[in-house]
T-cell receptor
Framework: DGGITQSPKYLFRKEGQNVTLSCEQN?????MYWYRQDPGQGLRLIYY???????QKGDIAEGYSVSREKKESFPLTVTSAQKNPTAFYLCASSIQGQRWDSPLHFGNGTRLTVT | AQSVAQPEDQVNVAEGNPLTVKCTYSVSGNPYLFWYVQYPNRGLQFLLKYITGDNLVKGSYGFEAEFNKSQTSFHLKKPSALVSDSALYFC??????????????FGKGTMLLVSP
């Protein structure tokens, strides 16, 4: 079955360490997205990518970095510069960013805890 | 920028009763609106969308949504609630950047609790 795989499901890190969250999709979608979810704040966009080797900052990109070397993969690195990294991170994809009617498909998320 | 608001943090309803989860939007141009549901520790699942056409949109699991242009609302509804409908519901609107590409902007979510 096609879908989006995020790994790991739970991740624990010490403060000051960088950490990379994995996101892989086999839906043949061009566009991929990273959102952060905090209680009571909904979802906030971190980065998005419409095609390979191209990505754009979202609303809260500071302290994060991404790469898009393959169509299927869009890893997110949470750097030590991110002040409040503990959150639930969601990866999503859609057919094309220019297709305004296409819904986003989400992975099951990675819960990151930094102490 | 486009935005959506979900005025209720939580909605409580008894099983078998109709339910409504409210959403209002603010857009420039035509709205492209979506509803998603999230179960605990899971990703979001797409329920339905409004792009154009009929104001009543039918979606998954018996849910529907009513688009009202004059009230800038897109409320989610279901005629008869199930306990298994208890979850977090998000309204979202297509937003666009100068690049010409688009993303989804989400509301803060409404927790629906259906009691037996």
């Amino acid at each position: 079955d096609g879908g989006i795989t995020q790994s790991p499901k739970y991740l624990f890190r010490k403060e000051g360490q960088n950490v990379t969250l994995s996101c892989e999709q086999n839906l043949n979608h061009d566009a991929m997205y990273w959102y952060r979810q905090d209680p009571g704040q909904g979802l906030r966009l971190i980065y998005y990518s419409q095609i390979v080797n191209d990505f754009q900052k979202g609303d809260i990109a500071e302290g994060y970095s991404v790469s898009r070397e393959k169509k299927e993969s869009f890893p997110l690195t949470v750097t030590s510069a991110q002040k409040n990294p503990t959150a639930f991170y969601l990866c999503a994809s859609s057919i094309q960013g220019q297709r305004w009617d296409s819904p986003l498909h989400f992975g099951n998320g990675t819960r990151l805890t930094v102490t | 920028a486009q935005s959506v608001a979900q005025p209720e943090d939580q909605v409580n309803v008894a099983e078998g009763n109709p339910l409504t989860v409210k959403c209002t939007y603010s857009v420039s141009g035509n709205p492209y609106l979506f509803w998603y549901v999230q179960y605990p520790n899971r990703g979001l699942q797409f329920l339905l969308k409004y792009i154009t056409g009929d104001n009543l949109v039918k979606g998954s699991y018996g849910f529907e949504a009513e688009f009202n242009k004059s009230q800038t609302s897109f409320h989610l509804k279901k005629p008869s609630a199930l306990v298994s409908d208890s979850a977090l519901y998000f309204c979202a609107v297509r937003d666009f950047a100068n690049s010409g590409y688009s993303t989804l902007t989400f509301g803060k979510g409404t927790m629906l609790l259906v009691s037996p």
